[in-house]
């Protein structure tokens, strides 16, 4: 990933000074007096940019001003910023110098090198035209403007090249922070996953204990649905998701395993038909709210129920069940161990686009679910 921002950010950075580069061939191809030396001249005044933002890019930028060393990177790159504008106007310094210092005439002719300028007709010398520029382009400016120019032109340079450094480097910190993240939540859905499995199992080994004793044989028949339910947890569950047909096999397992244990007088009603069975969901999302109906709706001593539907609405699979609350439920406060890591793993998986809704009455405790379902 690093790599590959760096290469990016390379690739912008050649792009701009390319087209830089090219404007003035571009601009002087249009003049009726086009030459390549007119070309390498203006390369020449935009060299000493080019280096500023080479040594700020490379140098001054990643060792100081990442690193918090603001007054470190302020002197440097003033300090550079004005050694390179200087040095960009040396040539015409020296020009300056020498036609004050020499006088008119002697210093030669600039378009035409080992000729003097002659004066006019009037006896008065041309003014000298701006060094590296066609006389006809224009007078000659200040030393202090040109040195000011250039300052400003430095520093504009400096600022395109730390903006475009400063955002991919945010964007390289958000992209960490996400996968930091992602990792924390896997690991946090993998973890709530875990105490889901010992917290099933828990329950169905005290089912097949209290088996043991009332029928061998049914107790026999609850250890090959346990295994059954044991190869899902270590094969498909692992994987994080499960087909809708899957899943809702591991729920039949579990209710068949837990109608062994009651009577004629719990009444369970279950209709898990969907239509499409292959979409993916993720695993081990029901198995909380069947345990929870059945450790708060059941009883012995009374009729109870439990009804358990679910369909497919388009997009979005609906999941709903509903237990009679026994006397045993009432001397028990909380909604249990299972249906808080669901509401967790809820949040992590969905952020927010599922629907969890909770009804509870005096005889009637009613789980509503609806999750979007995952591509195929």
Excluded: C
């Excluded at 040396?90 to 006088?103: E, N, S, T, V, W």
């Amino acid at each position: 990933m690093i790599l590959t921002q760096k290469k990016g950010e390379n690739l912008i950075y050649a792009l701009l000074w390319l087209m830089v580069l090219s404007l003035p061939v571009f601009t002087l191809k249009g003049g009726d007096e086009f030459n390549w030396n007119r070309v390498f001249l203006e390369w020449m005044r935009i060299l000493p940019f080019l280096l500023i933002f080479i040594i700020n890019n490379s140098l001054l930028a990643p060792k100081l001003l990442f690193k918090q060393k603001l007054i470190g990177y302020s002197i440097s790159i003033l300090a550079i910023v004005i050694l390179f504008s200087i040095f960009n106007n040396l040539p015409q310094i020296a020009h300056d110098f020498l036609f004050q210092k020499l006088g008119p005439g002697l210093e030669g002719n600039p378009m035409h090198p080992g000729r003097p300028i002659s004066p006019d007709s009037m006896g008065a010398f041309p003014e000298p035209p701006p060094f590296g520029r066609h006389p006809q382009m224009g007078a000659d400016k200040p030393f202090s403007y040109l040195i000011f120019e250039n300052m400003i032109i430095s520093f504009l340079v400096v600022g395109f090249n730390n903006a475009i450094k400063l955002g991919i480097r945010r964007q390289k910190e958000e992209l960490q922070r996400e996968e930091k993240e992602k990792i924390h939540l896997e690991t946090e859905l993998s973890f709530l996953r875990t105490q889901i499995s010992p917290h099933f199992f828990m329950n169905t080994l005290n089912n097949i204990h209290a088996l043991i004793e009332m029928d061998q044989v049914q107790a026999q028949k609850s250890v090959i649905e346990l295994s059954k339910l044991m190869r899902y947890l270590l094969n498909e569950s692992q994987q994080g998701t499960a087909t809708i047909k899957a899943e809702f096999e591991f729920l039949n397992s579990y209710i068949d395993l837990m109608r062994i244990r009651y009577t004629d007088k719990v009444k369970i009603d279950i209709n898990l038909d969907i239509k499409e069975k292959h979409r993916k969901i993720p695993s081990l999302l029901f198995i909380s709210l069947v345990e929870n109906a059945f450790k708060y709706g059941v009883s012995y001593s009374q009729d109870s129920y439990i009804s358990i539907h679910a369909k497919q609405d388009q997009e979005q699979l609906s999941f709903e069940i509903k237990n009679s609350i026994s006397s045993k439920s009432n001397t028990e406060k909380g909604t249990g161990l299972g249906l808080v890591n669901l509401q967790k793993q809820l949040n992590i998986l969905f952020k927010g686009e599922e629907s969890f809704e909770i009804i509870e009455s005096e005889n009637e405790y009613q789980v509503k679910l609806i999750i979007p379902l995952q591509d195929d």
